[in-house]
């Protein structure tokens, strides 16, 4: 491709996609305007007609994603705000359906060192601000918690594991590791109910 063939925005766009890609494959360190530029088919002049720098890049990016992923859970919440099980079971529904559509995505999130990390000690969970996508589904939680009277120390936990059960079917299923053949977002809603009426059983 070549720059003739960009018209408007069009080559931002670009830039930020391939440039999406590559920090998934190679990292920050591996990243660079010079290999953008080669992957988008235009001088190695060009990006910085949208992008000052190889940071401004990045930040323009993870601002992307972020607000992408952070508009997603926050649909979900406005959309179930009345239902506190149900909106967790849709927020995982939610969580894994964007992951799988946008594989880029997931590895920049987890498979980059630019985040901070989720800090967990047992008893609570501390997310950065950047992370707000995270925060929302936290609150989401928190909802149903509420709702089922669970204690605060226990709270921490609990997150965890709803999350974990979301998020390490979403790595299986992106890289091949389960196969199948039926309603992948069913199967994970299923397990996510059985989860969260666990959790309301033994406040019973």
């Given at each position: ?109 987890f498979l980059t060192n630019h985040y901070s990390p989720i800090h967990f000690t047992g008893e609570s969970i501390e997310i950065d601000e950047r992370h707000s996508g995270f925060n929302i589904s936290l609150k989401c939680a928190e909802d149903f918690f509420d709702s089922i ?56």
């Amino acid at each position: 491709m070549t720059k003739d063939k960009y018209h408007h925005g069009d080559l931002k766009k670009d830039l930020m996609s391939k440039g999406l890609q590559l920090l998934g494959t190679e990292g920050y360190e591996g990243f660079s305007i010079r290999k953008i530029a080669a992957l988008c088919g235009v001088s190695h002049a060009a990006p910085y007609k949208h992008f000052q720098s190889k940071e401004a890049m990045v930040a323009a990016i993870i601002a992307d994603v972020s607000w992408k992923f952070g508009a997603m859970v926050k649909d979900v919440m406005d959309k179930y705000a009345h239902d506190p099980k149900t909106k967790n079971i849709e927020m995982g529904k939610h969580y894994t359906k964007f992951m799988v559509e946008n594989p880029d995505y997931f590895r920049f999130m987890f498979l980059t060192n630019h985040y901070s990390p989720i800090h967990f000690t047992g008893e609570s969970i501390e997310i950065d601000e950047r992370h707000s996508g995270f925060n929302i589904s936290l609150k989401c939680a928190e909802d149903f918690f509420d709702s089922i009277n669970l204690e605060k120390e226990k709270r921490a936990m609990a997150f965890l594991s709803i999350w974990s059960l979301a998020h390490g079917s979403t790595v299986m299923l992106i890289h091949g590791t389960v196969a199948y053949s039926g309603d992948y977002l069913e199967l994970v809603a299923k397990m996510l109910k059985e989860k969260l009426e666990s959790l309301e059983r033994n406040q019973a």
